[in-house]
């Protein structure tokens, strides 16, 4: 489970987040919905570890991220996968070797075993055609989902997804919408969804979250947030939002 | 009071730059053990630093060679002493000219590309995703480059040294009327040593390439990997690594040159 309690963070003048408490419970995909600025991604990167709060904890299955040295926070995000907003592949490596980079740079298997896991996810993303391309020549949903087999191949407990849909038309969004809900019903991972997307929040997520001035404003099922007349949840789930 | 505190910021932040800098040197040097793991990284670096940087790095040697002897020659003519104008080209280049040309080529050519490519990287997000995915960008990014760089300065001074003491013979001969067989005699008179093989300004030259190799990478990569705020912050994190390339450069290089024939003797 992953817990935030009252997480404050300023960057320069701005305070981001101030007093944020989120629970994601396991197996759960949670959606994180809120205006540009508002303190998404900057919610994820506390999760990961690459930003500390300034005050409040930060618990990944009860273990304070904030308190972890680099070896426990290795530890931890070998068990958790991030798919960044443009897939964030790197640009000298084919898609098989930045899917298989994680388990190159981590596992004891040998280079066939590395190579064949990495085209199993590969095939689970739709993407074995495009193994052997370079990141510059594939399109953006390539990347995207290519990022996403890179966060699944080490087989983690967790996904952080931050705005998985953005900049995609809506077939492909549509294919990675699905892909999110079969890597939690199939492989059980649990999801922390950051969208502004109107089609994601509801096709992907189990529970809503919209972030409102640094802390959760208003959450919910997806049938409770739709349902919602705050003016929070028509912004983002109403009838007018994508 | 605006002025002071501008100030004041500005040199926070020149030495935030350097306690950076000095802390991914530390952690570079940590990071050698793995290096048995990015010796094909190494390798691919310190060939693309070498193709890159070689035709100039040899255009502007043999210029300066050339330079340094016909401005020395001028000189020596008058005292009716051309006899010797090899052995000044010759260590002038060993000593000085051709690791401080190397330098600035390879600060030019390479240091800046690192800090793009670094850049690129930080502001695309590749950075965090190397460090979500526990691979440390310091051995995976940086390490291969310092360690290339590290090989490769060395390597490309030698080179633009004997092409340097060539370009000076060129116009040895030419405007001077220094015969080729005398300004080579005197030259490798200069270039050898009974004792070590080879005279101490050949190893000085050397070891000073070497420093300004790890220089350039490590000063390279800090900038890129301080980059933010997308295209602009790359092109200023490029900006600040030649500069500041050039200026370690010419710095090291009178603290070494200080260091090996006035403290150590």
Redesign the interface.
Known sequence: MIELRGVHKQLGDRQILAGLDLAVPKGMNYVLMGPSGSGKSVTL?HI?G?LRPDAGTVLVDGQNVAAMDRTQ??AL??R?G?L???G????WLSVVENVS??LR??SRLSRHEVHDRAMAVLKTVGLEQAADQFPPSISGGMKLRA?LA?ALVTQPEYVLYDEPNAGLDPIISRQIHELIVEVRDRLGVTGLIVTHSRACATHCGDRIGILDQGRIGIEGTVAEMTAQDHPLAKAFLGGGAD | MRVLTRIGGGLRERLDGAGQVVDLLLRTLAALGRLPRRVRFTLDMAYNAGVRALPVTMVVAAFAGAILALQTGIELRRFGDTAVLGTITALSMCREMGPFITGVILAATVGSSMAAELGTMKVSDEVAALEVMSVDPVDYLVLPRVVALAIMCPLLTALSDLVGILGGSIVAEQNLDVSPTLYWQSAREALTSSAMLLPKEVYVGLFKSFVFGIAIAILGCASGLRASGGALGVGLAVQAAVRNSVILIIVLGFIITWFFYFLAG
């Open positions: 990167r990961i690459i926070l290795m995000r070998k958790m991030y960044f907003q443009n964030a592949l790197i640009n980079l994680p740079e981590h990022g890179r």
